[in-house]
């Protein structure tokens, strides 16, 4: 992720291509996302944005994720879709394997993909 300057409006924004994010997904699914954060020592975390860098902003549209920050950020950024079909529930009693679509945002991508790859 690398977010350009826009004079017009102050913001730094990025436009990624998205080709997973279907109508599907943003009607039934959910879409994750997560930024490659280094610490000082030179250790990495995948966490979900907004965890450690809370001022960025998206917006997810079919085949597209716009980001928009008050700084320039340059994080490796990468996003999990989830179909439908793996939802159960509606409305706030929505789940994924037991777990929300909230408590799946504020694990990690390792958690996630423990969540997303278990039998149950």
């Known amino acids: 992720m690398a ?20 109508q599907s ?23 979900p944005t907004g965890a450690l860098v809370p001022y960025i902003f998206e917006d997810f549209s079919v085949g597209q994720i716009n980001l928009s920050a008050g700084a320039n950020y340059n994080f490796p950024y990468r996003y999990v879709t989830i179909p439908g079909a793996l939802v159960s529930g509606n409305g706030a009693n ?3 394997k037991g777990y929300t679509p909230t408590e799946l945002k504020a694990m990690s991508f390792e958690q996630v993909q423990q969540v997303l790859s278990s039998k149950n």
């Open 3 to 22: 977010l350009t300057y826009n004079p017009n409006d102050s913001a730094y924004e990025e436009a990624i291509n998205a080709p997973s994010i279907t």
């Open 25 to 47: 997904i943003l009607d039934s699914g959910v879409v994750l996302s997560y930024v490659n954060f280094e610490e000082s020592n030179g250790t990495y975390h995948v966490t």
């Open 94 to 96: 929505r789940k994924i």
